[in-house]
């Protein structure tokens, strides 16, 4: 997509990325971004109110409300749906957002709402997630839509109000990289261990300015909700966008999606599908491939989510790090997270579990959850959160008796948000309060202030929770019952 | 958008790499629903530690910040913008910015400008061995300015003039509100649309 990687040898052959880009191109000319059209504009309550209200000193309107959809999750409380939001700042800013979506004509899944959850989870969900689309958020794990071959990527507030006010973009074109997955991930090894272990590689800043597209045989083995675990990441990896090219799995997944397309209408949208692939040689301006069989269980030990570490290793040491700025870094990191460098990963302590987010509170990942800690109990002082993605993913849960498996292991059950992802709500560690967390950020505090916190997969969430340290559920001593 | 065309001021040397936007601004701080009041949450539990460079009274009303590399990682949140901004900074010198906060601060009118590593610590030594240096960030020559240094800096052509003009994105893009009709009269009717 790159200007420099079109021009070099004018290669006809495109990627993924590049069609979907040039196939929503309003307006291109020399020395200007490019001009892009906007598919579909997801809304959330945080990130929306200064963009509408921006508009409205303008005098502007919203050009297309019907491309645009809004939900509430980030401040959402997620053990009662009764009764008013508690905090008040947090529920100013969730009805800021129900007066927005009013005044300007946008639909909204408020709280409570058989449809509202996490943004991510109800486009897909919905089946307003499809291949081909360019699609946009006021929120960096935009890219998790990217799974189901759209070009989706986060933005900030002022582009939030530029898409809202003229339904495009001004951007320069992303560049491309290609990760390649090889091979077969071993048994209990799951996309988000592949993710993280992916990230680990190519580091914080490895995809920055790029859109990933993720190919292989590892992949193509992917459910449609592990491959949104995937590209979910792709931000952490510092890129724009992640991309998975539709196949089977996804036409499969899409089929009778509430806005799927249907009847005359789903045969010719699965024709055109099936052409957004890379052609046969065409360059992508950067390229990492994997082994699947390389990949373990994979934690963070540290402050950002390139951190990471094989589960069955120890707790690295910074002076064996030969970059200084990494070594300053992983130095401030161990003396955060109160890490010893040597330490078995595996005897690290924890006293909370997070299941949920927009990385694995998908049905997949509480099913995952489930099965570890069906038929035992929660260690000791070990609290657990499950969280699922949307309302819809609740209702799925219960429906299958999961609901009763946490309960009965000792964890929490409850609705639909974003929770202790980011710590917005109630849902918070308290300072020193270490987590196994299956979302997608270990900063310093993102959990609550003086929270530490270990990224790792749903099975590995739900055997730390049962035997109170980093544990993979190959570990556990068989069920008594 | 505030025009941009030289800066001089009082450095803040910020020796971190990957600063991500749950530093700078804490989520408990994006609750409020205008766009100014965001100074309090500017790097909010590092400040707690009295150590932390910007408890230093040395370098009150500083407007430079030169921060390690990979600054601005994480989520989208341009909060982090308005917060810096609130603070009274008007540029960030890094090596190497996370791609979301750089489009962000420069859409905003916060210069986020690429100088190399070498540079930065330069500008890290020079300015704490004397806190009243001041900093000069030149737009038009792309060029940061500190005593005998000086030293060139990347910025993208279209975000420069952008910024030199202090132009309004929204305004420039509707100049071509007959291409973005005639793109949606030709767009594929397959994809969803959400009537209300
Ligand atoms: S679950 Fe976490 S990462 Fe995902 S949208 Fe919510 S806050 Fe952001």
Same mark, same amino acid.
């Given at each position: 997509?790159?200007?420099?990687?079109?021009?070099?040898?004018?290669?006809?052959?495109?990627?993924?990325?590049?069609?979907?880009?040039?196939?929503?191109?309003?307006? =291109?000319?020399? #020395?200007?971004?490019?001009?892009?059209?906007? *598919?579909?504009?997801? $809304?959330?309550?945080?990130?929306?109110?200064?963009?509408?209200?921006?508009?409205?000193?303008?005098?502007?309107?919203?050009?297309?409300?019907?491309?645009?959809?809004?939900?509430?999750?980030?401040?959402?409380?997620? *053990?009662?749906?009764?009764?008013?939001?508690?905090?008040?700042?947090?529920?100013?800013?969730?009805?800021? $957002?129900?007066?927005?979506?009013?005044?300007?004509?946008?639909?909204? +899944?408020?709280?409570?709402?058989?449809?509202?959850?996490?943004?991510?989870?109800?486009?897909?969900?919905?089946?307003?997630?499809?291949?081909?689309?360019?699609?946009?958020?006021?929120?960096?794990?935009?890219?998790?839509?990217?799974? !189901?071959?759209? !070009?989706?990527?986060?933005?900030?507030?002022?582009?939030?109000?530029?898409?809202?006010?003229?339904?495009?973009?001004?951007?320069?074109? +992303?560049?491309?990289?290609?990760?390649?997955?090889?091979?077969? $991930?071993?048994?209990?090894?799951?996309?988000? /261990?592949?993710?993280?272990?992916?990230?680990?590689?190519?580091?914080?800043?490895?995809?920055?300015?790029?859109?990933?597209?993720?190919?292989?045989?590892?992949?193509?083995?992917?459910?449609?909700?592990?491959?949104?675990?995937?590209? @979910?990441?792709?931000?952490?990896? #510092?890129?724009?966008?992640?991309?998975?090219?539709? *196949?089977?799995?996804?036409? *499969?997944?899409?089929?009778?999606?509430?806005?799927?397309?249907?009847?005359?209408?789903?045969?010719?949208?699965?024709?055109?599908?099936?052409?957004?692939?890379?052609?046969?040689?065409?360059? +992508?301006?950067?390229?990492?491939?994997?082994?699947?069989? /390389?990949?373990?269980? +994979?934690?963070?030990?540290?402050?950002?989510?390139?951190?990471?570490?094989?589960?069955?290793? @120890?707790?690295?040491?910074?002076?064996?790090?030969?970059?200084?700025?990494e070594r300053a870094a992983a130095e401030n990191a161990l003396k955060y997270m109160d890490l010893v460098p040597g330490m078995p990963l595996r005897e690290v302590v924890?006293?909370?579990?997070?299941?949920?987010?927009?990385? @694995?509170?998908?049905?997949?990942? $509480?099913?995952?959850?489930?099965?570890?800690?069906?038929?035992? =109990?929660?260690?000791?002082?070990? =609290?657990?959160?499950?969280?699922?993605?949307?309302?819809?993913?609740?209702?799925?849960?219960?429906?299958?008796?999961? /609901?009763?498996?946490?309960?009965?292991?000792?964890? /929490?059950?409850?609705?639909?948000?974003?929770?202790?992802? !980011?710590?917005?709500?109630?849902?918070?560690?308290?300072?020193?309060?270490?987590?196994?967390?299956?979302?997608?950020? @270990?900063?310093?505090?993102?959990?609550?202030? #003086?929270?530490?916190?270990? !990224?790792?997969?749903?099975?590995?969430?739900?055997?730390?929770?049962?035997?109170?340290?980093?544990?993979?559920?190959?570990?556990?001593?068989?069920?008594?019952? | 958008?505030?025009?941009?065309?030289?800066?001089?001021?009082?450095?803040?040397?910020?020796?971190?790499?990957?600063?991500?936007?749950?530093?700078?601004?804490?989520? &408990?701080?994006?609750?409020?629903?205008?766009?100014?009041?965001?100074?309090? %949450?500017?790097?909010?539990?590092?400040?707690?530690?009295?150590?932390?460079?910007?408890?230093?009274?040395?370098?009150?009303?500083?407007?430079?910040?030169?921060?390690?590399?990979?600054?601005?990682? %994480?989520?989208?949140?341009?909060?982090?913008?308005?917060?810096?901004?609130?603070?009274?900074?008007?540029?960030?010198?890094?090596?190497?910015?996370?791609?979301?906060?750089?489009?962000?601060?420069?859409?905003?009118?916060?210069?986020?400008?690429?100088?190399?590593?070498?540079? &930065?610590?330069?500008?890290?030594?020079?300015?704490?061995?004397?806190?009243?240096?001041?900093?000069?960030?030149?737009?038009?020559?792309?060029?940061?300015?500190?005593?005998?240094?000086?030293?060139?800096?990347?910025?993208?052509?279209?975000?420069?003039?952008?910024?030199?003009? %202090?132009?309004?994105?929204? %305004?420039?893009t509707l100049r071509h509100d007959a291409d973005i009709a005639a793109y949606e009269f030709r767009r594929s009717n397959l994809f969803p649309a959400v009537p209300v």
């Amino acid at each position: 997509m790159s200007e420099d990687s079109q021009a070099a040898g004018r290669n006809p052959a495109r990627t993924l990325a590049q069609k979907v880009w040039e196939s929503h191109l309003v307006r =291109r000319a020399v #020395g200007e971004p490019d001009l892009l059209y906007i *598919d579909l504009h997801l $809304l959330h309550e945080v990130t929306s109110p200064q963009a509408f209200d921006g508009l409205r000193q303008a005098g502007r309107g919203v050009r297309r409300p019907d491309l645009t959809v809004a939900t509430e999750d980030h401040n959402v409380p997620t *053990d009662s749906l009764s009764g008013p939001i508690v905090d008040a700042v947090s529920r100013l800013q969730v009805e800021t $957002l129900r007066r927005n979506c009013a005044d300007f004509g946008v639909r909204l +899944f408020p709280m409570g709402d058989q449809d509202q959850g996490i943004v991510h989870v109800i486009g897909p969900q919905l089946g307003l997630t499809q291949p081909g689309m360019t699609i946009v958020c006021g929120d960096s794990h935009t890219s998790t839509h990217g799974a !189901l071959g759209a !070009l989706a990527f986060g933005i900030g507030t002022s582009e939030v109000e530029h898409v809202l006010a003229t339904q495009t973009l001004a951007l320069m074109p +992303f560049k491309t990289m290609a990760v390649t997955v090889d091979g077969t $991930l071993a048994p209990g090894v799951t996309a988000k /261990d592949l993710i993280l272990a992916v990230i680990a590689r190519i580091g914080t800043s490895g995809g920055q300015g790029h859109v990933i597209e993720y190919r292989g045989e590892a992949i193509r083995a992917l459910s449609m909700e592990a491959r949104m675990t995937v590209c @979910n990441m792709s931000i952490e990896a #510092g890129a724009r966008a992640g991309m998975i090219a539709p *196949d089977d799995t996804t036409i *499969d997944y899409l089929h009778r999606r509430p806005y799927s397309p249907s009847g005359p209408r789903w045969d010719e949208a699965v024709v055109r599908w099936r052409m957004l692939l890379t052609d046969e040689g065409a360059v +992508f301006d950067k390229e990492v491939v994997l082994d699947a069989a /390389d990949i373990t269980p +994979f934690v963070t030990w540290g402050t950002n989510p390139g951190q990471g570490a094989p589960l069955s290793a @120890n707790v690295p040491d910074p002076a064996e790090i030969a970059d200084p700025v990494e070594r300053a870094a992983a130095e401030n990191a161990l003396k955060y997270m109160d890490l010893v460098p040597g330490m078995p990963l595996r005897e690290v302590v924890v006293d909370t579990v997070f299941v949920g987010s927009c990385t @694995n509170g998908r049905i997949e990942d $509480l099913r995952a959850a489930a099965s570890v800690l069906r038929g035992r =109990r929660l260690a000791e002082g070990v =609290r657990m959160l499950v969280v699922p993605g949307s309302a819809k993913v609740r209702r799925e849960a219960e429906a299958e008796g999961l /609901d009763r498996v946490f309960t009965a292991a000792g964890a /929490d059950w409850r609705f639909a948000g974003c929770s202790m992802c !980011l710590g917005m709500n109630p849902d918070q560690l308290a300072p020193g309060e270490r987590s196994a967390s299956t979302s997608n950020r @270990n900063f310093e505090g993102r959990q609550g202030p #003086g929270g530490r916190t270990h !990224l790792v997969s749903p099975y590995v969430a739900a055997a730390t929770a049962v035997v109170g340290r980093l544990a993979s559920p190959a570990e556990l001593a068989p069920k008594s019952g | 958008m505030q025009q941009f065309t030289v800066h001089s001021g009082r450095a803040v040397p910020l020796r971190r790499s990957n600063v991500d936007t749950d530093q700078i601004i804490p989520a &408990v701080y994006l609750k409020r629903v205008t766009r100014s009041g965001f100074a309090d %949450g500017l790097f909010a539990s590092w400040r707690r530690d009295p150590d932390f460079i910007l408890n230093d009274p040395r370098y009150d009303g500083a407007s430079v910040l030169v921060a390690g590399p990979d600054f601005g990682i %994480g989520s989208s949140r341009e909060h982090a913008v308005w917060a810096l901004q609130d603070y009274g900074f008007r540029v960030v010198l890094s090596v190497r910015f996370a791609d979301i906060f750089r489009s962000n601060a420069l859409k905003g009118g916060l210069l986020a400008a690429v100088i190399t590593q070498s540079a &930065v610590e330069r500008l890290w030594e020079l300015v704490e061995a004397d806190q009243s240096t001041p900093v000069t960030v030149d737009l038009t020559e792309r060029e940061v300015r500190c005593g005998a240094l000086s030293v060139p800096f990347e910025v993208d052509d279209y975000a420069r003039w952008r910024l030199l003009e %202090g132009l309004d994105d929204i %305004g420039l893009t509707l100049r071509h509100d007959a291409d973005i009709a005639a793109y949606e009269f030709r767009r594929s009717n397959l994809f969803p649309a959400v009537p209300v």
